[in-house]
């Protein structure tokens, strides 16, 4: 898959889906030469970069050579000060303070299959599935190191690529910026698609059209955040959810992060990931190394659809803990919304036993089971269980609970530390603050130095004890405020803290998952805050959002969808009227909603009527049925929630023989459009299927002439098959294999 033209200098990765190419210009830094669609190999592409003609011109010529300038090449590691005037690649300041550098090409190696990061989550895959190159640049002034590996992979038009900076001299060197990944294109003809939003409506999906100048997302906030994600896209104008071509990145990184699309005056266009350099500053002493996190990039030009589910497929087979590849993930349901604080032993009884009965597989019990925690304001890190609520323990509670046939889990907010706890007592010094200034509060809670490996050992102490005691399947880790005062006195520099502080999550995650590989993780962080491809590795599934509204979760996980899985999405039916939104909406609907997710309940199972209680029952069973579909099937969005009345979305299986197609609008309208066709993607066209178990159609007519919908309400035909708010439909088609097109 690497390509490699030694006298040329010239690099070409390519897995028949993706071409990515490269060569050393002719100053020795590296140039960039293509990146899209996979092209036939030939020995050299230098024409793809001509120097002949610097066109357009420009003044600022490399070394007197007015054929050449950084000004105007497109370039793989670009350095600031040079004659470049985008932002660069990395910035790194010597002792006397000049931060100008020149990393030139000084070598490379060819690597059978993917090193790890050290100290950072990244994808993997066995040696035959992926090859890596590794790139070694020099500057050659301050013998500081830069070392650029691209992963490409055999079945993913996919490649990931990192740095390490090696300080290689004698005099020390810090770190201001050092993206993970920065792709120089040819022009600017894109738009830039972005998932953001806020708490309760996180990953709405927002779309710009580039302009010259910089157009950016980021986060500055200790997590990824529900404001922005690290996922951004370029797509042409004319590309849709079906056809046309786009770049998607990731990065796998939870912490403070930066994605940019930088248009500059000759309308080419440079897209950077990585660490956000604001806050960021990081010392290399002679001898040290730093490894800037993994970003992944994707090609497609089929459309968003083809660029998700590639990303999909990505981190189900070469992201999650492998543990979770396969495994179906258990229907769960959550006291947090029908109890909050308020439980004990005898309501937790009646609630276990009920959910029993309706068929849930895993009860969570969510906050306030430890310390003496009835509401926000005290006891995080105090997790030793609250004996007042649970008199015979934890592990007694555990017992009872797997009587009755249910897995049971436990919520953790491992990261916070309540003014009110025993454990700020004793390490007043663990907690992350201002020495000389007022501490800012989030949710009546401050933050745990988790750049100190003491805070992350005692840590793993105490929730490894409380997993063998109460026997546990699962632990819900939240992390419910950001990260403000950042002063951490474990850290010398403080410049470095935010990162510290991440990895010190990521370690205690990797202490916890390796030794308890069949605990489920489900991260959180005051719902999506913290929905990234770094938490994923340890985590294969996320609380989506706090907003269970099934109306206002269409948006989310729609938008969701463009980055992440089905399977990694919490998804849960939750009671009404709801608790973000106080709308009302259909058991129905939520649930159709839900099915596209892990699934799940977040209501008291006691106060449903006898009617739902049978509703509940018939929904567990419909999802478990289609459980392995969804969690391993293509997923197809069909109509956005932001464009339209709408929603629709399929899933369909890798065989094409089986698929589920859900159809949902919140809202109707009087004297509707007679349009009641919804086209279908991904079948086999001659596949003849039966929808709903009874009418058969092949693939080509549910795809190009589409799948009849009901009739609607308009006013005036009171026998119309649906009509009202929260309409929603989901389809069952299965392959009727007694019959083939042609027979
Ligand atoms: C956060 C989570 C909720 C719940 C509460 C508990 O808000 O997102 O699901 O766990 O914390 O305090």
Redesign the pocket.
């Known amino acids: 898959m690497i390509h490699i033209n030694e006298a040329l200098q010239q690099f070409h990765l390519s897995n028949g889906q993706i071409s990515y190419i490269f060569h050393v210009m002719k100053n020795g830094q590296l140039g960039h030469l293509y990146a899209g669609k996979a092209l036939r190999h030939r020995e050299d592409f230098t024409y793809f970069q001509s120097y002949e003609n610097p066109a357009p011109s420009t003044t600022h010529v490399f070394e007197k050579d007015h054929s050449f300038s950084l000004e105007t090449v497109r370039q793989e590691f670009p350095v600031h000060g040079k004659g470049d005037f985008r932002e660069a690649a990395s910035i790194i300041v010597d002792e006397q303070g000049e931060f100008v550098s020149d990393f030139v090409f000084d070598s490379f190696e060819v690597i059978k299959g993917k090193p790890k990061l050290k100290g950072l989550p990244a994808t993997f895959a066995e040696k035959e599935k992926v090859d890596t190159l590794k790139i070694t640049l020099v500057d050659r002034e301050s013998s500081v190191v830069a070392d650029l590996t691209y992963s490409i992979f055999t079945d993913l038009p996919v490649l990931t690529r990192s740095v390490k900076v090696s300080n290689n001299g004698h005099q020390p060197a810090k770190i201001e910026r050092l993206m993970s990944t920065t792709l120089d294109l040819p022009d600017a003809d894109y738009e830039m698609l972005h998932l953001s939003g806020a708490w309760g409506r996180e990953r709405h999906v927002k779309v710009r059209k580039l302009e010259q100048g910089i157009q950016s997302i980021g986060s500055l906030r200790g997590a990824s955040s529900h404001q922005h994600n690290p996922f951004l896209v370029l797509q042409r104008e004319d590309t849709t959810e079906h056809q046309g071509e786009a770049f998607g990145w990731q990065l796998v990184y939870s912490g403070n992060f930066l994605a940019q699309a930088e248009v500059d005056h000759y309308e080419t266009t440079r897209v950077s990931m990585g660490i956000q350099p604001t806050g960021f500053q990081w010392l290399l002493q002679p001898g040290e190394s730093f490894q800037a996190p993994e970003s992944v990039l994707s090609y497609t030009n089929e459309g968003l659809n083809g660029l998700s589910q590639s990303l999909h497929d990505l981190q189900r087979k070469h992201l999650i803990n492998p543990s979770w590849m396969e495994k179906e993930r258990p229907v769960l349901i959550?006291n947090?919304e029908a109890t909050y604080f308020d439980f004990n032993e005898e309501k937790l009884d009646e609630f276990v036993t009920e959910a029993s009965k309706l068929g849930v597989e895993l009860f969570v019990l969510?906050?306030g089971w430890f310390g003496n925690r009835n509401d926000?304001t005290t006891s995080l890190g105090d997790w030793f269980v609250d004996e007042s609520k649970l008199p015979r323990g934890i592990g007694e509670l555990s017992k009872s609970v797997k009587a009755k046939g249910l897995q049971f889990g436990l919520?953790f907010e491992p990261e916070m530390i309540s003014p009110e706890s025993n454990l700020i007592k004793k390490h007043p010094d663990w907690v992350i603050g201002s020495l000389k200034r007022a501490n800012t509060f989030g949710r009546n809670q401050r933050v745990l130095d988790f750049a100190n490996p003491e805070v992350v050992s005692y840590l793993y102490e105490r929730m490894s004890s409380i997993i063998e005691e109460a026997d546990l399947d699962y632990i819900?880790w939240?992390m419910?405020r950001y990260i403000t005062e950042p002063y951490a006195a474990s850290v010398e520099n403080q410049g470095e803290f935010f990162h510290r502080y991440i990895t010190g999550v990521y370690e205690l995650y990797d202490r916890l998952t390796s030794n308890y590989p069949n605990v489920l993780f489900e991260s959180?962080a005051?719902?999506g805050g913290r929905f990234d491809l770094g938490m994923m590795y340890y985590a294969p599934q996320a609380?989506t959002s706090?907003d269970t509204d099934a109306a206002e979760r269409l948006k989310i996980q729609y938008g969701t969808s463009l980055g992440y899985p089905l399977s990694s999405m919490g998804s849960h039916v939750s009671a009404v009227p709801n608790h973000q939104t106080l709308r009302s909406t259909p058991l129905k609907f939520r649930g159709d909603v839900a099915y596209f997710g892990t699934f799940g309940y977040e209501l008291d199972p006691s106060q449903l009527q006898e009617e739902e209680k049978e509703e509940v029952k018939d929904q567990i069973r419909f999802f478990t049925k289609h459980r392995s579909l969804i969690q391993q099937g293509d997923f197809y969005r069909l109509k956005s929630p932001f464009r339209g009345l709408a929603t629709a979305w399929m899933v369909v299986s890798e065989d094409k023989t089986k698929a589920l197609v859900g159809w949902y609008q919140p809202m109707n309208q009087p004297n509707p459009s007679a349009h009641r066709i919804l086209k279908l993607k991904g079948l086999n066209e001659g596949f003849e299927y039966k929808v709903n178990g009874r009418n058969n159609h092949f693939g080509d007519e549910l795809m190009e002439r589409g799948l009849t919908l009901p009739t609607e309400f308009n006013g005036a035909n009171p026998g119309a098959e649906r009509g009202g708010a929260f309409q929603s439909l989901v389809y069952e088609l299965e392959r009727n294999k007694a019959k083939k097109m042609n027979d």
């Open positions: 959550n947090w969510d906050d926000d919520w819900k939240d419910n959180c005051g719902g609380w706090d």
